[in-house]
């Protein structure tokens, strides 16, 4: 009994932690709080949100074609497949399942760059088709390992037997052999399914421009902070397959009604299991799959008068976009990014040809250099009148002639504080390197950010070059790292928000959102001076729709739209006419987001310091990473 | 063969609602070779887990020399078991399978050799040590099971329907190569089978079962001559069963007829069931027999030919040395002393109901 | 049938172009530089002090939570598969079922539990219990990688379980044998298949996985899958990275010949 009852415990400590981060998500969709680590209150707004938000639908869309379409594939193929290494001799299928075990057992990182290479190697361009070609791959596997366990059951005398009596070799297959195996061939189906829907890394190498499965439209809501109709979705996707599991099991066995004087008990019975088994689940999938499709409907039908956007995460209000299409009739393709380093190699590589894009400075400076820029019609941008000209002047440190690049949002570096958990007003980058702040800093995880701040402590150029320099920086963020709880990009504001860390290296646009959220927050400039930036449009070489690109940028210029823009992600804007519009004036006037010219005194712009010293920071800033 | 060796009392196993045994009584003596036949589904396989140690009994007890031993787990009961399907552990080569009980119970090295190579000698495989199970065929993996119980020095060997597994000619070579071995090892084996035949040739006492009640216990010549009812003598051989009343003492009336019989003590007038075996109807001119009959099917058997005979409407199945051809009228004859009168059971329980030896 | 082989020909077709072609890419990135000239040196970053650290600690850490996943899933295996047919069916399943919520949420919602002031600790601080603070620690990655990979070592242990005769257990107790030493000397070996299978099954995702260590390390540990995922989305550095990944490729050909030797008539798979 003893036993019984720990066997009992075991398997429920194996459940919760199986499920207790399933259930966390589940209360999550329920948050009225859009930050993570904060509860609101109970709401039921996400639902709703979510079937109004078309960029999740379409990525749910997709995830599902995607899914359905490369588990059909590769059903077809790998039950094939499986029927012919039956049929070879010992030394070939010992062969062919070799092969086939390989994407099993590969890391998911090998095989979704082998695929990358591929793709790229042979001028495909990347995008659905891809993905779905890299899906049937994975996939095939898992139904060849499902379906040749039964292939090896099935007795071969019973379809020599249907032979025998007549049967053609394909009606014998598909009478005799077929339904012998089929409860192989469709788990190897679901599985499929279940894989394809669950991929997040070879969908990472293999994707393109536009598309998003959920699971890369989730990775890069991560350091963004995941939108809360993702939480909603993921609920609503979940709870359907634990019904249709309860429903499959739940349904009475078949051998249940046996004896003879249940037969009139067992016809109604019958018809209850194959309603619950059968039907119901038949008709839920059905239904997901219509409204998938209905949902995709509504965004297919891309006409070739389109404009290819790669802006970073969370860096535009959806509204606008809509607006744009409705304006000017031009479909917008939108893709993110997460950082300067990510796009760079996107956009050199080819093979994706985007039409406008928004680096920072540096990243402007290094396209500039490396030819991939296209110099912008300004007579198409009459709107670039209403960008403040101090803007257009900052612009020349890193396009010296104003050529190919319009501002977009603009801002600083600075320490984000929670007045409640550090002693002193803080005003230097000082702060980081405290001990007493032990596991409470958060440091931005790149390169240049990390570097910058450091070297202007120390009380060098950001833009420095010099090599004693910058091993003094390195040894200063070694040091640092035993104080700091995480190097985050915009994780930031979460954390800070539910009050994990006391000190976090932010952007001043994230700064409002988050004294919104928890006005315990403080923004500061630290007095040795830091990075102010600016994130400016330009226009890739290799663009198929410049002019659509330039409508684009033209559009954005305008002041209403970058008042929307500002609105949404509180991004400081160069936009003079935008700024005039914003409503509540201690907005307008604030010093987090409208500096003094007196506090950007000792501040610098990233440049381009050329691939060699590039690569010099990436080699010191991966010897600190991995200390 | 004369001490009790195991008793079981009263016990009643069942999985569920399923009622797989009530209370059966049965006693094992020494050195006998006891046979549990029955269909699939009988209890018999019940009974003999029960005794392997591998299911408990929900009431009653198993008495093992003198001692209750319901409680004692299988690997300290002084018995063996060969598993149907043999049961051979497939990562382990032979001489490992068959040194598996002596290793646990820590016996030398010497001592196993010795035991190992004298039970393959046993079972006719000298020289397999180093085989592994699946280079085997099912009848040498089944000495082998039996070669790895037997190195225990088990008091009872437990068998369960171990040659199912193997085709007709090794099946009747490995009958008198166990009979041989329980002669040789002078222990008492328990034999579970559905095989009538099996059962027949080999054992000293035969036990039948149905529906988890004892049918008849008895030597194989009991059980075929004069089964108790209708079940066994279905179950046994080839038989005709019909509905008969006994007249009186002595005299029954079956098939239309009167006819003479050794049988009494049933009353007067009473309905019996009577058995006539095949090959005990003689056939005779017609007239010359108690009732007339015509042949309407024939078959060569090799030892014998089958007829089925139509007499006064009843079909008969008769196995004679003699040929008649269909449509031969002949005459139906059967000596008193080969017609077994049973009684008849009044419901489908009683049927399967116990009966007292 | 004697064209029945030809059935397999789509999918060699298929094998060849999106299996075999693509691997055969990234030995040629891996062993050239960006001018398309035959180098060693993008398999010689390995031995960098950072690359190796980084390999390192990523063998280690997927050693430790290859392990735990053994120790937590042998005897979750050994329950489920006592359980009545119907049962296992469902349960099985529910190993199956947290697939269907994204596996970058889930694990993201490791950080909801784990933080400083996550669902754990205000549980723990409620019964006044020591705080747990091992988020962006290796124990996080540990965790992380235990949860995402421990249905792929019971589901083939939990396979070969359910397959072993149910007479050959009764077989070692009736020959003497008391519970465990029919575990040790019977159970564990039958079982070997599928533990070989699912330590490959576990082991290989860990080693290579640069999305756990991202989400649960705060980026503070740089695992060899972070490495090559930098070389390829940040650092554009695509030689290297290939080079990188060749070097990883001798774990993946290492644990096919494990399976082949343990496992070779692919009892232990988890499906």
Redesign the interface.
């Known amino acids: 009994m003893i036993k019984e009852s720990l066997?009992k415990i075991?398997?429920f400590l194996?459940?919760v932690?199986?499920?207790?981060?399933?259930l966390?998500?589940v209360v999550?969709s329920f948050n009225s709080s859009k930050s993570?680590?904060k509860w609101g209150h109970f709401t039921l707004d996400w639902y709703r949100a979510l079937f109004q938000n078309q960029d999740i639908m379409n990525a749910l869309y997709t995830t599902l074609i995607i899914a359905l379409v490369s588990a059909l594939i590769a059903t077809l193929?790998?039950t094939?497949?499986a029927?012919?290494?039956?049929?070879?001799r010992r030394r070939f299928r010992t062969l062919?399942?070799?092969?086939?075990?390989?994407?099993?057992?590969?890391?998911?990182?090998?095989?979704g760059?082998?695929?990358?290479?591929?793709f790229i190697?042979f001028r495909f361009s990347l995008g659905f088709s891809t993905i779905l070609?890299?899906h049937?791959?994975f996939n095939?596997p898992?139904v060849?390992?499902?379906v040749?366990?039964k292939l090896k059951q099935t007795n071969r005398s019973t379809y020599e037997a249907a032979l025998d009596l007549g049967a053609s070799?394909v009606y014998a297959f598909f009478k005799v052999v077929f339904p012998d195996i089929i409860p192989g061939v469709f788990?190897g189906f679901l599985?499929a399914f279940?894989?394809s829907?669950?991929d997040?890394?070879i969908t990472h190498?293999t994707k393109g421009p536009g598309i998003d499965t959920?699971?890369t439209k989730?990775?890069s809501e991560?350091r963004k902070g995941?939108k809360p109709e993702?939480?909603a979705l993921?609920t609503l996707?979940?709870l359907t397959?634990?019904v249709l599991?309860m429903l499959i099991?739940m349904a009475p066995?078949k051998n249940a009604a046996t004896s003879a004087k249940r037969i009139s008990v067992s016809r109604g019975h019958k018809i209850r299991r194959f309603c619950l088994r059968k039907l119901t689940p038949a008709a839920i999938i059905i239904a997901i799959v219509i409204g998938g499709c209905y949902y995709g409907s509504k965004e297919s039908g891309h006409s070739s008068n389109q404009v290819i956007v790669y802006n970073w995460g969370e860096y535009m209000d959806p509204d606008v976009l809509d607006m744009f299409e409705e304006e000017t009739g031009i479909d917008v393709v939108y893709e993110e990014y997460e950082?300067n380093?990510?796009m760079?190699?996107k956009v050199?590589s080819g093979a994706i040809a985007y039409d406008v894009v928004c680096p920072s400075d540096y990243m402007v400076q290094r396209m500039i250099e490396s030819n991939l820029l296209a110099e912008i019609d300004f007579d198409n941008i009459p709107n670039l009148k209403n960008i403040g000209t101090t803007y257009m002047e900052q612009s020349r440190q890193f396009d010296p002639d104003n050529l190919y690049s319009v501002p977009y949002t603009w801002g600083t570096v600075g320490i984000l504080y929670n007045k409640t958990m550090v002693d002193e007003p803080i005003d230097s980058w000082s702060v980081l390197w405290d001990e007493k702040y032990k596991?409470s800093i958060l440091m931005q995880?790149s390169v240049r950010d990390a570097f910058g701040v450091t070297l202007k402590y120390l009380g060098y150029s950001l833009n420095s070059t010099d090599l004693d320099e910058l091993e003094e920086a390195k040894n200063l963020l070694i040091e640092q790292?035993p104080l700091?709880?995480?190097?985050?990009v915009d994780q930031v504001r979460d954390?800070m928000i539910?009050?994990?860390a006391a000190i976090g290296v932010i952007y001043s646009g994230e700064a409002i959102y988050t004294q919104k959220e928890n006005p315990n927050l403080e923004y500061v400039i630290p007095k040795e001076g830091s990075n102010v930036w600016i994130d400016s449009w330009v226009i890739p070489k290799n663009a198929k729709h410049k002019e659509n690109a330039e409508a684009f940028i033209n559009f954005l210029c305008r002041g209403d739209i970058a008042k929307m823009n500002f609105d949404y992600i509180t991004y400081s804007t160069p936009n003079t006419a935008g700024r005039e519009l914003i409503e509540d004036p201690d907005i307008r006037n604030s010093r987090i987001a409208f500096p003094d010219a007196s506090e950007l005194a000792n501040c610098e712009t990233f440049k381009f310091l050329g691939d060699e010293n590039d690569a010099l920071y990436?080699r010191l800033w991966?010897?600190v990473?991995?200390k | 063969m004369t001490n009790k060796l195991i008793d079981i009392v009263k016990v009643s196993k069942s999985f569920g609602e399923n009622l797989v045994l009530d209370e059966l009584d049965l006693y094992i003596r020494e050195n006998e070779f006891l046979t549990l036949l029955g269909p699939s589904g009988c209890g018999k396989t019940t009974l003999l887990r029960i005794l392997g140690g591998f299911e408990t009994p929900d009431k009653g007890d198993i008495i093992f020399g003198g001692k209750n031993i319901n409680a004692l787990p299988p690997n300290k009961r002084q018995l063996n078991t060969v598993f149907q399907k043999y049961a051979l552990f497939s990562h382990m080569t032979i001489a490992e399978n068959i040194a598996f009980g002596l290793k646990i119970k820590g016996k030398s090295k010497s001592y196993i050799d010795d035991k190992i190579r004298y039970a393959l000698k046993l079972v006719n495989l000298d020289g397999f040590e180093q085989r592994t199970p699946d280079s085997l065929s099912g009848g040498q993996q089944q000495r082998i099971a039996i070669a790895r119980a037997i190195v225990n020095e088990p008091q009872v060997l437990l068998l369960d329907e171990p040659l199912g597994a193997l085709d007709l000619k090794l099946r009747q070579d490995m009958q008198y190569e166990l009979i041989r071995l329980k002669n040789e090892l002078g222990i008492t084996f328990i034999y579970v089978t559905h095989d009538q035949e099996e059962a027949l040739t080999m054992s000293d006492t035969i036990v039948v079962m149905n529906q988890g009640y004892i049918q008849q216990i008895g030597t194989p010549e009991d059980i075929y001559n004069e089964p108790q009812n209708a079940f066994v003598a279905d179950f046994i051989g080839e038989s005709n069963i019909f509905a008969a009343t006994m007249v009186k003492d002595k005299v029954v009336k079956m098939l239309g007829a009167i006819w003479e019989c050794v049988d009494v003590g049933f009353g007067e007038n009473k309905p019996v069931d009577a058995v006539l075996r095949p090959e005990d109807i003689d056939l005779v001119k017609p007239g010359e027999g108690v009732i007339n009959g015509v042949v309407t099917n024939l078959i060569f058997k090799g030892v014998h030919y089958e007829m089925e005979v139509l007499a006064n409407n009843y079909e008969l199945l008769v196995h004679s040395t003699d040929m008649f051809p269909v449509g031969t009228e002949v005459g139906v004859k059967v000596d008193p002393f080969d017609i077994q009168i049973m009684k008849k059971p009044e419901s489908e329980d009683e049927e399967v109901s116990n009966i007292e030896e | 049938?004697k064209n029945?082989?030809?059935?397999?020909?789509?999918?060699?077709f298929?094998?060849v172009s999106?299996?075999?072609?693509?691997?055969l890419?990234?030995v040629y990135?891996g062993m050239t530089d960006s001018k398309g000239h035959f180098t060693w040196s993008n398999l010689a970053q390995i031995t960098t002090?950072?690359?190796l650290?980084?390999l390192g600690l990523s063998i280690l850490l997927s050693l430790v939570s290859t392990l735990f996943c053994l120790l937590?899933a042998y005897?979750?295996a050994m329950?489920l598969s006592e359980l009545s047919m119907?049962q296992t069916?469902?349960i099985v399943?529910?190993?199956?079922?947290?697939?269907?919520?994204?596996?970058?949420?889930?694990?993201?919602?490791?950080?909801?539990?784990l933080?400083?002031?996550?669902?754990i600790n205000i549980v723990l601080s409620f019964f006044h219990l020591p705080e747990l603070?091992i988020?962006?620690t290796p124990y996080a990655i540990v965790l992380g990688m235990v949860?995402n990979f421990?249905p792929f070592m019971v589901l083939p242990i939990y396979n070969v379980l359910v397959k072993i005769d149910k007479d050959v257990i009764s077989a070692a107790a009736d020959l003497g044998a008391n519970y465990w030493q029919t575990f040790f000397y019977i159970t564990l070996p039958l079982t070997v298949p599928g533990i070989i299978s699912g330590i490959?099954?576990v082991f290989?995702?860990s080693?290579?996985t640069?999305?756990i260590s991202d989400?649960l390390g705060?980026?503070?540990i740089?695992l060899i899958?972070n490495?090559?995922?930098q070389e390829?989305?940040?650092?554009?550095n695509?030689n290297v990275?290939?080079g990188l990944?060749l070097i990883?490729?001798i774990f993946?050909i290492a644990?096919?010949a494990l399976?082949?030797k343990y496992d070779k008539d692919?009892e232990g798979?988890a499906?």
Request: no cysteine.
């Open positions: 066997k075991y398997l194996i459940m932690l199986l499920y207790a981060p399933i966390t998500l999550l993570r680590s193929l790998g094939a497949a029927l012919g290494i039956q049929g070879m062919m399942m070799g092969i086939t075990n390989i994407p099993m057992l590969n890391a998911d990182i090998v095989t760059i082998s695929l990358m290479l591929l190697a070609l890299a049937i791959t095939i898992y060849i390992l499902s040749m366990p070799p788990s599985l279940t894989m829907l669950d997040f890394v190498f959920l699971s989730i990775y991560v995941i993702m939480y993921s996707l979940f397959v634990l599991l099991n066995e950082t380093e990510i760079y190699p050199q596991d995880d790292k700091v709880q995480a190097y985050v954390k539910g009050n994990e990436n991966r010897e990473k991995s | 049938m029945k082989k030809l059935l397999a020909g789509p999918y060699l298929w094998a999106f299996i075999i072609i693509p691997l890419m990234i990135y002090p950072e690359n650290k980084a937590l005897p979750l329950i119907n069916s469902f399943l529910i190993f199956i079922l947290p697939m269907w919520m994204n596996f970058l949420l889930r694990t993201m919602a490791w950080q909801n539990l933080e400083k002031n996550g669902v603070t988020i962006n949860y421990l490959t099954m290989v995702p080693l290579t640069f999305v989400l705060g980026s503070k740089l899958g490495v090559i995922e390829f989305k940040q650092g554009s695509w990275g290939s990944s990883l490729m993946i644990s096919m399976i082949n692919g798979t499906f």
